[in-house]
T-cell receptor, first 113, second 114 residues
Framework: DAGVTQSPTHLIKTRGQQVTLRCSPK?????VSWYQQALGQGPQFIFQYYEEEERQRGNFPDRFSGHQFPNYSSELNVNALLLGDSALYLC????????????FGSGTQLSVL | GENVEQHPSTLSVQEGDSAVIKCTYSDSASNYFPWYKQELGKRPQLIID?????GEKKDQRIAVTLNKTAKHFSLHITETQPEDSAVYFC?????????????FGQGTTLQVKP
């Protein structure tokens, strides 16, 4: 049983560029949430996708957008990258939108130069 | 706004001793409190969780206590082992029902000295 998988594992971009991160949820899960984890900090909620719609959003600008596909996989897009966007981006999956038993992927380490 | 405070930021104990990490939350509507362990370069892993209708929960050497009145919850690790060394995060459910938002604390780096 595959857990949450994310790609790529590492990414280097320059300011102003755009990036797309991908996530496949744990088998049987239908909800995907994205978190940003800056170095030495706890994860911060970006948004959650359920039934292919953004159901809840954290305090992140519109440069951050996402999508969920019919197979429950998800993408996180960030436009007009800033240096401050450098962080570990974690995808987490769960069942039925609830926070219980949230399973995290290993993350994508994004560096913006 | 929603906030979770976690203390201490670092904790060093001798192998076999107990470790306690404390968190407070601000949203009185929060009803679910998980704890995650994150080893260096790895994903956060759920180690124990508690719902607001329970005051204490144990799983082998790990226990969590919750005081809803004080909006305070704690992680207790007994008989610590070197493999317990990691960063531990507490979290609180973001309030409203049917949402998956977790508010995380800042993390506690636990070092268990052999």
């Amino acid at each position: 049983d595959a857990g949450v998988t994310q790609s790529p594992t590492h990414l280097i971009k320059t300011r102003g560029q755009q990036v797309t991160l991908r996530c496949s949820p744990k088998s049987g899960h239908d909800t995907v949430s994205w978190y940003q984890q800056a170095l030495g900090q706890g994860p911060q909620f970006i948004f959650q996708y359920y039934e292919e719609e953004e159901r809840q959003r954290g305090n992140f600008p519109d440069r951050f957008s996402g999508h969920q596909f019919p197979n429950y996989s998800s993408e996180l897009n960030v436009n007009a990258l800033l240096l401050g966007d450098s962080a570990l981006y974690l995808c987490a999956s769960s069942l039925d939108r609830g926070p219980e038993k949230l399973f995290f992927g290993s993350g994508t380490q994004l560096s913006v130069l | 706004g929603e906030n979770v405070e976690q203390h201490p930021s670092t904790l060093s104990v001798q192998e076999g001793d107990s470790a306690v990490i404390k968190c407070t939350y601000s949203d009185s509507a929060s009803n679910y409190f998980p704890w995650y362990k994150q080893e260096l370069g790895k994903r956060p892993q759920l180690i124990i969780d508690i719902r607001s209708n329970v005051g204490e929960k144990k799983d082998q050497r790990i226990a969590v206590t919750l005081n809803k009145t004080a909006k305070h919850f704690s992680l207790h690790i007994t008989e610590t082992q070197p493999e317990d060394s990691a960063v531990y995060f507490c979290a609180a459910h973001g309030g409203s029902s049917n949402t998956g938002k977790l508010i995380f604390g800042q993390g506690t780096t636990l070092q268990v000295k052999p």
